[in-house]
């Protein structure tokens, strides 16, 4: 295997270099490294998705307790009581994705339990 530090094969980066295609990877620009504002807590499994709503007011997380939460996104990010809404429950084994619509109210779950929920 010719891999060259962009990951490419020598062979495949000569075709490309001769079709004007640039092969060079840019190097990323540094920056300053985040900083953890606030641990949510409230789940009793892990953790296994999480999903943002369009007008970011709220999100929501699935975890291995077969529980997705509703969260209120500004009292998490504070630090204050009372970011938990809403706890529902369905799955019969872990929730393993999460995804809510930006165009309706619908939230939509997947879990081990092969299922596909749209709460």
């Excluded at 495949?12 to 079709?19: G, Y």
Aim: some cysteine; charged content about 20%; proline content about 4%.
């Amino acid at each position: 295997n010719n891999n060259t530090s962009s990951g490419i094969s020598s062979s495949t980066q000569l075709a490309l270099q001769r079709k004007g295609v640039n092969t060079k990877v840019p190097t990323p620009e540094w920056h300053a490294p985040w900083e953890l504002s606030s641990v949510i807590s409230g789940h009793l499994g892990w953790v296994r998705s999480i999903a943002f709503d369009a007008s970011n007011e709220w999100f929501a997380t699935g975890s291995a307790d077969r529980t997705i939460k509703i969260w209120d996104l500004a009292k998490c990010c504070a630090g204050s009581e009372g970011g938990l809404k809403l706890t529902l429950t369905g799955h019969i084994n872990a929730v393993r994705g999460i995804a809510i619509s930006p165009r309706h109210p619908y939230l939509f779950s997947v879990g081990e339990d092969k299922t596909v929920k749209c709460w």
